[in-house]
């Protein structure tokens, strides 16, 4: 259905109907276009909040150290193995250091690698970095406590 000015509408009614009742009639189409606009636009809608990732890692057996861990969140496609990732950070990050820019700045690290080289490279390498930061890796025994007992901070158990 074709859309109309209301200043139109009000000059074809203006003709035709008295001037009390055009301006009721003018002003719920004033609100009703209105109220369309807000649900269109969501004008009041406030920012997204920032969120931050973490990786969490089940050690049900406790094999892993004490120690703070960081690390990046990757995606390969989903029929590969995920042994393949390192081999595609290091392809893209070769084919990163032969281009004009990689020349200037080089990537020499893994860590780098994931900060400074473009997407464009990790695509054709079959990659996508979702942080280019790195960070922390939980780790949790991946239980559920059956009590409300107390929480014992060394093994992350309650």
């Known amino acids: 259905m074709a859309k109309i000015d209301l200043n139109q509408v009000a000059a074809i009614l203006h003709k035709r109907i008295e001037p009390d009742l055009l301006k009721q009639i003018l ?7 209105e109220e369309e606009a807000q649900e269109a636009g969501n004008a009041d809608k406030p920012p997204q909040q920032k969120k931050q990732f973490c990786i969490l890692v089940s050690d049900p057996e406790g094999d892993m ?6 690390g990046w969140v990757l995606q390969i496609p ?6 393949t990732a390192t081999e595609r950070i290091f392809q893209a990050a070769h084919e990163y250091n032969r281009s004009k820019k990689g020349r200037l700045q080089q990537a020499k690290t893994v860590g780098e690698a994931i900060e400074i ?3 464009k490279h ?3 390498a079959g990659l ?6 790195p960070v922390l890796i939980l780790r949790t025994d991946n239980e559920i406590p059956k009590d409300g007992g107390e929480k014992d901070a060394r093994r992350g158990r309650y």
């Open 27 to 33: 002003e719920e189409m004033r609100k009703l276009v």
């Open 65 to 70: 150290p004490d120690k703070d861990l960081a």
């Open 78 to 83: 989903e029929d590969e193995s995920v042994k």
């Open 117 to 119: 080289v473009p997407s």
């Open 122 to 124: 990790f695509k054709e």
């Open 128 to 133: 996508w970095v979702k942080t280019k930061s």
